[in-house]
């Protein structure tokens, strides 16, 4: 095999393990949202139209791609932000404008493979414990409890609740006698999918 085709394959592997990851990093300063670079909510429409989304407000359409039981990756591409969620069919972008005070975080608890993520994408990410019953308790840094139910997995192996914006807290799962226990913020920084709730 020629330093061409070394080249070609390895990076063909690299672009399909990230697709596979399929999660979105932490953000950088620099990069536009797709809001303010390319989309208009023609776009949105059009997207959600052809997905079964039509009429759907976008809490509806957050919750609805990240319960959906299909295996991952999605066809439809969606990433969950401070106040949008950006979506992508392939081939249009858009943004969907998340209006309001509350911030959505996805959870995966997990508790021995795991992969970075940053603002959760709703088509690609998959945590490790798909469909698993489990305990959620979710504390802002008041004490305010606002969150304290059974619960279970989504298929992709998240769980995903709704706080207001700009707070922090902790998130605290527990299953079969293992408990994990993280922090969140939720302000315009803070990260939409967390992954480091490790049970132990």
Known sequence: MNRVSTALLTTVTLLSMATV?????APEASTPSIAASQSTMGDADAILSAYGLAGKSPREVVEGLDQDPTARPLSLMASVRYDEVTLDDGTTQASLPLEG????????????????????????????????DVHITVVSEDGDTLMDEDSTTYANGFIGFWVPKDIKGTVT????GKTGEVEFSSDKEGATCITTLQMV
């Open 21 to 25: 990851a399929g999660c979105s990093a």
């Open 101 to 132: 005070d509350e911030f959505y975080i996805s959870v995966a608890p997990y508790e021995s493979r795991t992969h970075d993520c940053y603002y959760h994408s709703l088509g690609t990410c998959q945590g490790e414990l798909a469909e698993t």
């Open 173 to 176: 799962i527990t299953k079969d």
